[in-house]
């Protein structure tokens, strides 16, 4: 399974991105997805999660600002980002695995995969 991330770049706060997702290999029907992001000097922490049925869930600093969606039949993933904040600088991660699952509430999906990062830079 191959993920390859983009859509990063610089961006205002109080602007909008998109990242974007596609996935390649052989991706089983049933998946959880998810956008990881890493700070300097922090822990790459799980912003959003996605089931194959589109249950979703964030992470309380992103809530509101933030979406997740996927198109399953493309094999891609999105995370729409609003309004957003100097503190959301960070390399944005796009992850098929056990911690997005486990987000949902799923605990057998002993999978991980990961895309390559993009880099957000939020500019006050």
């Known amino acids: 399974v191959q993920l390859q991330a983009s859509g990063g770049g610089l961006v205002q706060a109080g602007g909008s991105l998109t990242l974007s997702c596609v996935g390649s290999g052989s991706i089983s029907s049933i998946n959880y997805m998810g956008w990881y992001r890493q700070a300097p000097g922090k822990q790459r922490e799980l912003v959003a999660a996605?089931?194959?049925?589109?249950?979703?869930k964030y992470v309380d600093a992103v809530k509101g600002r933030f979406t997740i969606s996927r198109d399953n039949a493309k094999y891609r993933m999105y995370l729409q980002m609003n309004s957003p904040k100097p503190e959301d600088t960070a390399v944005y991660y796009c992850?098929?695995?056990?911690?997005?699952?486990?987000?949902?509430?799923?605990?057998?999906?002993?999978?991980?995969?990961w895309g390559q990062g993009t880099q957000v830079t939020v500019s006050s």
């Open positions: 996605i089931g194959n049925g589109g249950r979703t």
């Open positions: 992850n098929i695995g056990s911690g997005a699952a486990q987000a949902l509430g799923v605990y057998a999906f002993p999978y991980d995969y």
